[in-house]
């Protein structure tokens, strides 16, 4: 491993369609350097790590190695070169041994043969140098997150890896295993390999980098050395921009009366102990980071998950063990997931538009008749644009999909709705409308929960905000305490006030 | 933008094609028996055709629900040869009480239906609530069925009491105004299966099921209930098939009913149904289920091509259609 290489990114930007997601961005791995990436979600932080190993080519600007700009193909030839990235989903096959892993696709031959016993002996070469005690014949899906990170880190090794890059390492691990994680970075850094990692746990990124670069909306915000910087200034620079003109003017008070009051809902392995009261007509906002149980939260709380806990709608005690409990009890849940969970991607608006209120349109057949109004007034009323009323719903752009979503649900007529993600990979304007629709709804008299990433979303929208992390609720904040700055501290458990951090 | 705006032309035009295609198919296949053969046509023939294409068409009806849900069913061929099995012993085990006669009959078909009900019910189960894959489960019951059939008959034929025959014949041979009576019962089936395909809430869950569970379920649709019914009715409709079967023969043996559940699988690809699930149309696996029996009555009645060469025939269309299928699956 005496051979280094320094991977640099200059003026790179990267566009998708009419949407630009990364300007300009100027970053220099540097070997025998740990690198942080650090922004919010949808800061760029993928895409950039994508165009340095080859996944993606830069709209404009440059990848040099060594100074020498270079061009990948495909994230093989960047591998081919020693540039390497671990995704945050394991890409191992879960089936094969360890020792197949790490040789998958470059298989040792002797003759017509495997050279079984080589790449034994290399395996165990390469999670030596790991430190790691796993043994080459495992099978993957036996061991710990910790070792399939290790196995991950010893594949791009047997693939001479000179820079390595790392998308949320720690996300999956526990802090034992991060430890551990944390040596063998120390490690390869003084090997001479330059790393670069993203992470939203800042006390880490403070701990094991060098250098950090800060990414908001596709534009480097801060760059400098780790010492630079502390945790607050990190925060700081990551959010803080104005879109107040993005959401709508609360129109309607909201009343004192509970609409949904929850007590002690556990979903096991993802949430425990939520408990929160919601009041007619209000917007009420969940944020924390991705995998802080949100999601997990919600979906126990609808009857889509195992879980258990006190539940009252309107004052009554009631029992949602599946969703058409939920939906008969007027509580509705809106995926984050609208390709995989919320529509049929192969089917027309109209079957989807009316496949959770169906048995209103029947009377023991369908009504088409009833069937086509409703979709008529839902293009009307959500401004849905679609080339013609049969086309498929895959073929509809992802903002007129949400839309044809809410219609959807709405078609339900609950009185609570619980919209997760509403606006993800979604444009400006449609956000907008979006935002519109929601403020609506409450003004309508619907309470609404808002589940969502983008800390803007649920402090323009929200009335009052639950933080979460680690599968428990870690905060609230509401009026002038919504902010930013307060939420991601929450979120990310440093305590909601700085004199609290000290 | 160019894509939204060209795609849905180009899918409209591959439909239209799909929709005539298995028409198109019988039309010719119509057109070319009557040519080879004056009796093609004659009612007696049509009949014939018709009569024999019930048993796989009932059964084949119902296939259509679970395929559509995203499930298979490979053991209706055994189900029905157990089934039958099943109907002639109870029939002569109460013939000595009840004597020969209607009452005798109706017990025989409740026996069809209620053992095509449990059948049904336990494929289902498995599939559903102990989640195993369907092709496991029913390739286990197929097994299963076939082995107690033959078991029953010790390797040999049950047989119907001779007597119980003649009054159990007019099943199959008589009917209204000249028509059958499987001609008939398949025509409801058809009908009623097209309806609640089209039109009611179970079609449309099923098809939502088969296209993606997750939106289903998500959608508050009962995904396993959903699963479960059709397993349940196909069960049914492999009693009804039975009813029309046992009266033709009279009897039961290890061979009935072998390949009906292949015949039935290719019927309902063939009438445009997709194998993965998703979109089902009953009227399609009736048009299948035609064209498959044509085949085989064209070859029998023309001297040019062996009837040997059924088999090859029926397989080239099969793949034929799968291709066609596979055409709308790459452009969505």
């Known amino acids: ?502 | 933008m160019t894509a939204t705006e060209t795609q849905p032309s180009r899918a409209a035009k591959s439909v239209n094609l799909k929709v005539l295609g298995p028409i198109l198919a019988l039309v010719v296949l119509v057109i070319v028996g009557a040519a080879l053969n004056g009796n093609f046509l004659s009612a007696a023939n049509i009949t014939n055709v018709l009569s024999r294409s019930a048993f796989i068409g009932i059964i084949a009806v119902g296939m259509t629900f679970v395929i559509t849900a995203g499930g298979l069913d490979l053991s209706v061929g055994s189900m029905a040869a157990f089934i039958a099995g099943l109907m002639i012993l109870v029939m002569n085990a109460m013939l000595p009480a009840m004597g020969p006669g209607w009452p005798l009959v109706f017990v025989g078909m409740l026996t069809a239906m209620v053992a095509g009900t449990l059948a049904g019910f336990v494929n289902g189960f498995l599939i559903t609530t102990m989640r195993i894959e369907a092709f496991i489960v029913t390739l286990g019951t197929m097994g299963i069925y076939r082995s107690l059939v033959t078991w029953l008959a010790d390797g040999g034929t049950l047989s119907l009491d001779f007597g119980m025959r003649s009054v159990i014949r007019p099943i199959y041979f008589d009917g209204i105004l000249g028509i059958s009576w499987p001609i008939i019962v398949f025509a409801l089936v058809a009908i009623i299966g097209e309806l609640v395909m089209r039109r009611a809430a179970f079609g449309r869950h099923a098809a939502a099921v088969g296209s993606n569970d997750q939106v289903a379920r998500y959608s508050s649709v009962n995904v396993n209930r959903v699963r479960m019914l059709t397993y349940v009715f196909l069960g049914i409709l492999v009693g009804v098939a039975t009813i029309m079967y046992v009266p033709r023969l009279g009897s039961a043996s290890p061979s009935t009913g072998v390949l009906w559940e292949l015949e039935a699988i290719a019927a309902v690809i063939i009438g445009g149904t997709m194998l993965k699930g998703g979109f089902g149309r009953v009227w399609g696996t009736v048009i299948g289920v035609l064209i498959l029996s044509l085949i085989d009555n064209i070859l029998n009645l023309t001297d040019g091509v062996s009837p040997y060469l059924n088999g090859a025939i029926q397989g080239v269309i099969i793949i034929l259609a799968v291709i066609l299928q596979r055409d709308k699956k790459a452009e969505s």
């Open chain 1, 1 to 502: 491993m005496s051979e280094t290489r320094a991977l640099t990114l200059s003026d790179v930007c990267r566009s998708f369609g009419p949407v630009q997601v990364l300007h300009d961005i100027n970053l220099t791995l540097r070997p025998g350097e740990v690198h942080a990436l650090i922004g919010e979600n949808g800061a760029g932080k993928s895409t950039a790590m994508k165009i340095m190993s080859g996944y993606l080519e830069p709209t404009k600007g440059q990848v040099k190695l060594d100074e020498a700009p270079v061009r990948f193909a495909s994230s093989q030839q960047a591998e081919a070169q020693g540039v390497v990235l671990i995704h945050q989903e394991f890409n191992l096959a879960d089936q094969l041994s360890v020792e197949q892993n790490i040789f998958l696709g470059h298989e040792k031959r002797r003759g017509l043969f495997l050279d079984k016993g080589w790449m034994q002996a290399e395996t165990r070469r390469l999670l030596d140098r790991l430190n790691c005690k796993v043994s080459p014949t495992a099978r993957v899906r036996d061991i710990s997150n910790a070792d399939k990170q290790m196995v991950e880190i010893a594949k791009a090794l047997s693939r001479r890896a000179q820079v390595l890059i790392m998308d949320e390492p720690t996300a999956v691990l526990t802090e034992r295993e991060a430890e551990v994680l944390f040596e063998q970075v120390e490690r390869l850094k003084a090997e001479g390999v330059a790393i670069l990692f993203t992470s939203h746990k800042l006390d880490e990124v403070k701990r094991i980098s060098d250098r950090i670069t800060v990414l908001r909306d596709g534009h480097v915000v801060a760059q400098g050395m780790t010492t630079e910087f502390n945790e607050d200034q990190m925060a700081e620079a990551m959010v803080g921009r104005d879109v107040s003109s993005l959401y709508p003017v609360r129109s309607v008070a909201v009343s004192d009366e509970p609409a949904l009051e929850v007590k002690g809902l556990n979903v096991p392995g993802y949430a425990r102990d939520i408990s929160f009261t919601l009041r007619k007509g209000e917007i009420l906002g969940i944020s924390g980071l991705i995998g802080s149980g949100r999601t997990e939260a919600m979906e126990g709380l609808t009857g889509l998950r195992t879980a258990q806990g006190d539940v009252r709608i309107n004052g009554k005690s009631v029992t949602l063990r599946s969703p058409q409990q939920a939906q008969a009890a007027g509580l509705c849940y809106l995926t984050e997931d609208r390709k995989g969970r919320g529509l049929l991607l192969q089917k027309g608006m109209r079957e989807n538009l009316t496949l959770q209120a169906l048995p209103e349109f029947t009377n023991w057949l369908i009504d088409h008749k009833a069937e086509d109004a409703a979709l008529t007034r839902a293009i009307a009323d959500f401004d849905i644009r679609c080339p013609t009323r049969d086309v498929l719903v895959g073929n509809l752009s992802g903002g007129n999909q949400q839309k044809l979503l809410i219609a959807k649900i709405m078609l339900t007529e609950p009185d609570i709705v619980i919209i997760d993600e509403p606006t993800r990979g979604i444009d400006i304007g449609t956000k907008q409308q979006i935002y519109e629709f929601i403020h609506a709804l409450s003004a309508a008299g619907k309470s609404i929960i808002v589940v969502s990433s983008e800390m803007q979303e649920v402090i323009g929208l929200a009335d009052r905000v639950l933080v979460m992390r680690l599968g428990t609720i870690a905060g609230e904040v509401s009026g002038d305490d919504m902010t930013e700055d307060k939420i991601v501290r929450l979120a990310m458990g440093l305590g909601a006030n700085r004199q609290e951090a000290i």
